[in-house]
């Protein structure tokens, strides 16, 4: 589908906006740990909503040799280090497009990243797969769609994500997209594309 359609951009959060390696601070253990994600295990079922950050704390401890708390507040503490694209976040800071976050995230997310950065003050609607239950970016998008009064065709969205299989997957359902892969690569973009559409 052609962007010219587009009327709302959709964001991706990890390594769209930021470098979402901001949890993965402590070494190779908790490496070890957030690669399950990927593959059904904890991580999964944290970013599901299957269980809190307090369940999921309390399931690491049989891999990493912290209390419960401590990796609790481990982690709130790395919130307070993301590194955010500085355009491309500048750019979701000021965009003037109707615009959303559709992401795959844990009750974390919305509970501490959200307040402590005002992403919800930069965008109409923050749609989380802790929330929904789901980690079908496609499902995502269309709830932001309807949450922002946009249902009527997937055209309307815009996904700028990192991971090409998202992208083509929302392309393929009449949605348009961008993969994101670098902050001056998507410099570009912006100045090349969504601002002349917006002209």
């Given at each position: 589908m052609s962007v010219s359609s587009a009327k709302c951009l959709l964001w991706d959060f990890g390594?769209?906006?930021?470098d979402e390696r901001f949890i993965w601070s402590s070494g190779p253990e908790w490496m070890a740990v957030?690669?399950?994600f990927d593959d059904g295990g904890i991580g999964s079922?944290?970013?599901?909503?299957e269980?809190?950050?307090?369940?999921?704390?309390?399931?690491?401890?049989a891999h990493i040799p912290l209390s419960a708390a401590e990796i609790d507040a481990h982690m709130r503490a790395c919130c307070n280090n993301i590194r955010f694209y500085q355009?491309?976040?500048?750019?979701?800071?000021?965009?003037?497009?109707?615009?959303?976050?559709?992401?795959?995230?844990?009750?974390l997310f919305s509970q501490v990243i959200v307040p402590l950065w005002k992403l919800d003050e930069a965008c109409d609607v923050i749609v989380t797969s802790w929330e929904e239950g789901t980690e079908d970016k496609n499902?995502?998008?269309?709830?932001?769609?309807?949450?922002?009064?946009?249902?009527?065709?997937?055209?309307?969205?815009?996904?700028?994500?990192?991971?090409?299989?998202?992208?083509?997957?929302?392309?393929s359902v009449g949605g348009a997209g961008?993969?994101?892969?670098?902050?001056?690569?998507?410099?570009?973009?912006?100045?090349?594309?969504?601002?002349?559409?917006?002209?």
């Open positions: 390594d769209t906006l930021c957030y690669e399950t079922q944290w970013s599901l909503g269980l809190s950050t307090a369940e999921f704390s309390s399931a690491l401890t355009k491309t976040f500048e750019y979701f800071l000021n965009n003037p497009w109707p615009q959303a976050i559709v992401t795959v995230n844990p009750d499902i995502l998008c269309r709830l932001a769609l309807e949450r922002m009064d946009m249902d009527e065709d997937n055209a309307a969205g815009l996904l700028i994500d990192n991971k090409a299989t998202n992208v083509d997957r929302w392309i961008y993969v994101y892969t670098d902050d001056a690569s998507f410099d570009r973009y912006q100045e090349n594309t969504l601002q002349a559409l917006r002209r």
